[in-house]
């Protein structure tokens, strides 16, 4: 089902500006959509954000409502997730995350392939 590598986690302060990226190596990519997750320690993983396999469509949990955006370049088989205005509450291990289908979902069991995650944590 392929592979998905994340990178640009770091240690910023509240308030700041983060751009994640995940790079994907799988078959049909324009035809599965993407989405972002992300997980502390002892907790569910936290849907955040999905795009549709066109990129036409997106969707965002209302967590990050105007503040996350989520993109996508199917000819590189790029995703990014755009963070800005940081809250100490976004800190978290961030996921990349492909479904089978075109359509993003907001639950872990819909998609099929995971990025091994990047760390974020937002101090005060």
């Known amino acids: 089902q392929g592979q998905l590598l994340e990178s640009g986690g770091g240690l910023v302060q509240a308030g700041a500006s983060l751009t994640l990226s995940c790079q994907a190596s799988?078959?049909?990519?324009?035809?599965?959509?993407m989405a972002w997750f992300r997980q502390t320690p002892g907790m569910e993983r936290e849907f955040v954000a999905a795009i549709h396999g066109s990129g036409d469509s997106t969707y965002n949990t209302n967590l990050v409502k105007g503040r996350f955006t989520i993109s996508r370049d199917n000819a590189g088989q790029m995703v990014w997730l755009q963070m800005n205005s940081l809250k100490r509450e976004d800190t978290a291990v961030y996921f990349c995350a492909a479904s089978p289908g075109y359509s993003g979902e907001t639950t872990p069991g819909s998609y099929d392939a995971w990025g091994q995650g990047t760390q974020v944590t937002v101090s005060s």
């Open positions: 799988v078959r049909a990519f324009s035809s599965r959509a």
